[in-house]
T-cell receptor, first 114, second 112 residues
Framework: DGGITQSPKYLFRKEGQNVTLSCEQN?????MYWYRQDPGQGLRLIYY???????QKGDIAEGYSVSREKKESFPLTVTSAQKNPTAFYLC?????????????FGNGTRLTVT | QKEVEQNSGPLSVPEGAIASLNCTYS??????FFWYRQYSGKSPELIMF????GDKEDGRFTAQLNKASQYVSLLIRDSQPSDSATYLC????????????FGKGTKLSVKP
């Protein structure tokens, strides 16, 4: 079945450690996105990528990094520079990059940093 | 600052009733509009999208768009307890899906 796989589902880290969240899709979608969701808040865009080897910062990119070496994969690294990393992280993809391409989400990774 | 506003709720409706969820947006040039449903602890799932003024129906769901009033709504007919979730409105103000702005969501509770 086609879909977007995020792993792990839950992740626990100590403050000061970098952590990488995985996102893989087999939908042959061109565009991929990373969002962060905090309780009672809307989704906020961290990074997005429209094609392989290219990505753009979203509204809250500070403290995060990404790579897009393969069409299927868009990992997100949460660095120690991110001040409030505890959140629900959502990866999404869309067939195209235009405004009429709906986003489809993976199941999310819940990161807790203590 | 581009904004998408939703009443946080909770909106409580009895089973079988029509639930009406509303969303307003600030950018008059916005081009595409999406509704997502999010169950507690889960990821958002796409319900409907609409691009043109008027109504768009899909099963029990109807999306309504009024660009002049900068208003988009989602109607759920014959509401079921399984419809209880948070509904997210997302608006794209143009360029690419990197310009998609999400509202904070409206929590819907359907009482048996």
């Amino acid at each position: 079945d086609g879909g977007i796989t995020q792993s792990p589902k839950y992740l626990f880290r100590k403050e000061g450690q970098n952590v990488t969240l995985s996102c893989e899709q087999n939908l042959n979608h061109d565009a991929m996105y990373w969002y962060r969701q905090d309780p009672g808040q809307g989704l906020r865009l961290i990074y997005y990528s429209q094609i392989v080897n290219d990505f753009q910062k979203g509204d809250i990119a500070e403290g995060y990094s990404v790579s897009r070496e393969k069409k299927e994969s868009f990992p997100l690294t949460v660095t120690s520079a991110q001040k409030n990393p505890t959140a629900f992280y959502l990866c999404a993809s869309s067939t195209g990059t235009g405004v009429f391409s709906p986003l489809h989400f993976g199941n999310g990774t819940r990161l807790t940093v203590t | 600052q581009k904004e998408v506003e939703q009443n946080s709720g909770p909106l409580s409706v009895p089973e079988g009733a029509i639930a009406s969820l509303n969303c307003t947006y600030s950018d008059r040039g916005s081009q595409s509009f999406f509704w997502y449903r999010q169950y507690s602890g889960k990821s958002p799932e796409l319900i409907m999208f609409i691009y043109s003024n008027g109504d768009k129906e899909d099963g029990r769901f109807t999306a309504q768009l009024n660009k002049a009033s900068q208003y988009v709504s989602l109607l759920i007919r014959d509401s079921q307890p399984s419809d209880s979730a948070t509904y997210l409105c997302a608006v794209n103000y143009g360029g690419s899906q990197g310009n998609l702005i999400f509202g904070k969501g409206t929590k819907l509770s359907v009482k048996p």
